[in-house]
């Protein structure tokens, strides 16, 4: 469910070692200009750095090698991992360590409550690893980090980017009930492609979780987001697009694929920034409060803003 790839460059506009290899990773081709972020330099990157280590956080930013982070974190906002660092899929296109994760860490919700006071949040972005090896999935841990940040923070709104809990509508249940302002659950690609990218996933149990947390909280946002260049076809990502907002999701993010490492899915194609504008145009004709799309877009790139403007509307 996570996914990105460190694309720095420097003020002079020269490839890192880490971009120059990552470059390598597409059939051979170099990343076209448009991909491309600034590296983490900053005081506040490397305050909110160390609060992190401090606090024993961890942070998809750091996990999935997001190509924001240094925007993000010098704007002192963050996306925050819990449940542990390591997951209990398989997915090929995700950079979070596989494997077998240890108990679960009963005490972080209260480190992400005292996070979201320090950094005094407006809006916060709360996710996790795949735990299949716990009975909801690590829904409790969620509910517990939900009401933490409420009780450190009131005026912040909150965002949960939740697995697909296996199919346990009951662990989705106590989610929802601790009041999520959004709840995040990404499709990732298009059906055909599920098999390849996420084995261990259901295309229409995704979408179950979507219609289904509507249906018991109309009034909490729902989202998913999509990534392009795995060699999904114009129509197919159309018609996803569309079957994600017959499950009544509001938001909707889209951004391009980066392979995390050359043992990863490869990249099929690169969308153009105007093709990224016209993708855009077409969900909101679907009926999406708010789509975010671009080339470096991921789920919870802006979120609050995409929150904001999805209220108002």
Not at 86 to 92: A, F, K, L, S
Not at 235 to 247: G, K, P, V
Request: hydrophobic residues 35%; contains cysteine.
């Amino acid at each position: 469910m996570i996914r990105s790839l460190p694309l720095y460059e420097t003020d002079k506009g020269s490839a890192c070692a880490a971009g120059k290899e990552s470059a390598r990773y597409s059939s051979g081709r170099r990343h076209p200009p448009w991909i491309r972020a600034r590296i983490p330099a900053g005081p506040n990157y490397a305050d909110l750095k160390a609060m992190m280590r401090d606090l024993e956080l961890h942070s998809v930013c750091e996990e999935a090698r997001c190509p924001n982070i240094g925007e993000c974190w010098e704007n002192r906002t963050a996306t925050f991992m819990i449940l542990g660092d390591v997951c209990t899929r398989r997915c090929m296109f995700c950079a979070v360590t596989k494997g077998k994760p240890t108990g679960v860490d009963r005490d972080e919700p209260r480190r992400i409550g005292e996070a979201v006071a320090y950094l005094k949040l407006k809006h916060v972005v709360i996710t996790s690893v795949n735990r299949d090896d716990q009975a909801d999935g690590g829904a409790s841990i969620f509910a517990a980090c939900i009401q933490e940040s409420r009780a450190n923070n009131p005026d912040c709104t909150v965002e949960v980017l939740i697995p697909d809990l296996d199919g346990n509508w009951d662990a989705l249940a106590v989610i929802l009930h601790a009041k999520p302002d959004v709840l995040n659950h990404n499709t990732e690609t298009v059906p055909r492609l599920y098999r390849r990218a996420r084995p261990q996933a259901d295309y229409h149990r995704s979408l179950d979780l979507l219609r289904i947390s509507k249906e018991v909280d109309g009034t909490i946002l729902t989202k998913s987001g999509l990534m392009v260049g795995l060699g999904e076809t114009d129509s197919e990502l159309l018609q996803t697009m569309q079957d994600i907002r017959h499950s009544y999701c509001d938001i909707l993010t889209i951004g391009q694929y980066l392979a995390p490492t050359s043992r990863h899915l490869p990249i099929q194609k690169y969308y153009t920034p105007e093709e990224f504008k016209a993708l855009k145009a077409a969900g909101m004709d679907m009926g999406y409060r708010h789509v975010e799309s671009g080339p470096l877009v991921r789920s919870s790139y802006h979120a609050g803003e995409q929150a904001a403007l999805s209220i108002s509307r």
